[in-house]
């Protein structure tokens, strides 16, 4: 099992920016990826970002140049730093890891992953 707790979301003015945290525990070795992914509400839950074990990442094409992945296993933490946010780009936010080998393609779907957090929530107002 792993436990993912998001933190870092709050409300920002359009072209301004956020960092987002995902605290990581539990049986870590046995994830294979993580990413980041975002529901607004009516809408389906979708992939923005995506980081393997190597530090190879994929990005939403919606987010390319904005949107940065990344992550630190000596903290156990996984970031999303957003730039130049968009009204559009509102949403709630949820880490999640995977303990399978996917697709590239796959990388950014929902299926693919196991475990998720709760969601932390950005608000971008124009």
């Known amino acids: 099992q792993v436990q993912l707790v998001e933190s870092g979301g709050g409300s920002v003015q359009a072209g301004g920016s956020l960092r987002l945290s995902c605290a990581f525990s539990?049986?870590?070795?046995?994830?294979?990826?993580m990413g980041w992914f975002r529901q607004a509400p009516g809408k389906e839950r979708e992939g923005v970002a995506a980081?393997?074990?190597?530090?190879?990442?994929n990005y939403a094409d919606s987010v390319k140049g904005r949107f940065t992945i990344s992550q630190d296993n000596a903290k156990n933490t996984l970031y999303l730093l957003m730039n130049s946010l968009k009204p559009e780009d509102t949403a709630m936010y949820y880490c999640?890891?995977?303990?399978?080998?996917?697709?590239?393609?796959?990388?950014?779907?929902?299926?693919?992953?196991?475990?998720w957090g709760r969601g932390t929530q950005v608000t971008v107002s124009s």
């Open positions: 999640t890891a995977r303990e399978r080998a996917v697709a590239v393609g796959l990388l950014l779907a929902r299926q693919s992953y196991d475990y």
């Open positions: 539990g049986n870590t070795r046995s994830r294979l990826g």
């Open positions: 980081i393997g074990l190597s530090g190879s990442t």
